[in-house]
């Protein structure tokens, strides 16, 4: 079947630190995989996406590079903000009619001025 | 325009109530779907259309009814809920992933239901 692990939180940082939040799927297929940041009280945000091998997505100063050699999607930030205090979920998706998303569990980031 | 709108924002209805909550995107995607999420969970999937047609019902209850009047639509009808059904429910859509790439999918605010 296929599922998401990712590490779970709470993360906390002080601001500038490097993130990194690991995650690793395990699918039957050729998955896109997804990062979404939910934000208190928000809905979820797509936050970057990458659909094939070796793909780096990006977005705001965040990253995931596709291994499909290790299948993971890590994400990494180089200097995180008080902002950017969230709940991030990896996420991936199956070409098959429209499928779920499969998400992981949720990491939940705080980070401290 | 990446939006997609929820409404109401909060809801909260005692058992007997009936409510309906709505949602809207005019991204032109015509796959949609309806989320629910606990707290501190991730999304769990109820139910998905495609191009206004019922695809998957994640054996939800019948007291969840969903219905998409057009392709920019989507709501959900609620009819004698209990307290455990109390949650975000989450809107999303994309463009339909039928012809074998799967696309992102973009979700709204959610709406807040409490069931007292």
């Given at each position: 079947?296929?599922?998401?692990?990712?590490?779970?939180?709470?993360?906390t940082?002080?601001?500038?630190?490097?993130?990194?939040?690991?995650c690793?799927?395990?699918?039957?297929?050729?998955?896109?995989?997804?990062w979404?940041?939910?934000?208190?009280?928000?809905?979820?945000?797509?936050?970057l996406?990458?659909?094939?091998?070796?793909?780096?997505?990006?977005?705001k100063?965040f990253?995931?590079?596709?291994?499909?050699?290790?299948?993971?999607?890590?994400?990494?930030?180089?200097?995180?903000?008080?902002?950017d205090?969230?709940?991030?979920?990896?996420?991936?998706?199956?070409v098959?009619?429209?499928?779920?998303?499969?998400?992981?569990?949720?990491?939940r980031?705080s980070?401290?001025? | 325009?990446?939006?997609?709108?929820q409404?109401?924002?909060?809801?909260?209805m005692?058992?007997?109530?009936?409510k309906s909550?709505?949602?809207?995107?005019?991204?032109g995607?015509?796959?949609?779907?309806?989320?629910?999420q606990?707290?501190?969970?991730?999304?769990?999937?109820?139910?998905?259309?495609?191009?206004?047609?019922?695809?998957?019902?994640e054996?939800?209850?019948?007291?969840?009814s969903?219905?998409?009047p057009?392709?920019?639509?989507l709501?959900l009808?609620?009819?004698?809920?209990?307290?455990?059904?109390?949650?975000?429910?989450?809107?999303a859509?994309?463009?339909?992933s039928?012809?074998?790439?799967?696309?992102?999918?973009?979700?709204?605010?959610?709406?807040?239901?409490?069931?007292?």
């Amino acid at each position: 079947g296929n599922s998401v692990t990712q590490m779970e939180g709470p993360v906390t940082l002080s601001e500038e630190a490097f993130l990194t939040i690991n995650c690793t799927y395990t699918a039957t297929g050729y998955p896109s995989l997804f990062w979404y940041v939910q934000y208190p009280g928000e809905g979820l945000q797509l936050l970057l996406k990458a659909t094939k091998a070796d793909d780096k997505g990006s977005n705001k100063g965040f990253e995931a590079t596709y291994r499909k050699e290790t299948t993971s999607f890590h994400l990494e930030k180089g200097s995180v903000q008080v902002s950017d205090s969230a709940v991030y979920f990896c996420a991936l998706s199956v070409v098959r009619g429209n499928t779920p998303l499969v998400f992981g569990k949720g990491t939940r980031l705080s980070v401290i001025a | 325009d990446t939006e997609v709108t929820q409404t109401p924002k909060h809801l909260v209805m005692g058992m007997t109530n009936k409510k309906s909550l709505k949602c809207e995107q005019h991204m032109g995607h015509r796959a949609m779907y309806w989320y629910k999420q606990k707290a501190k969970k991730p999304p769990e999937l109820m139910f998905v259309y495609s191009y206004e047609k019922l695809s998957i019902n994640e054996s939800v209850p019948s007291r969840f009814s969903p219905e998409c009047p057009n392709s920019s639509l989507l709501n959900l009808h609620l009819h004698a809920l209990q307290p455990e059904d109390s949650a975000l429910y989450l809107c999303a859509s994309s463009q339909d992933s039928t012809r074998g790439v799967s696309y992102e999918q973009y979700f709204g605010p959610g709406t807040r239901l409490t069931v007292t």
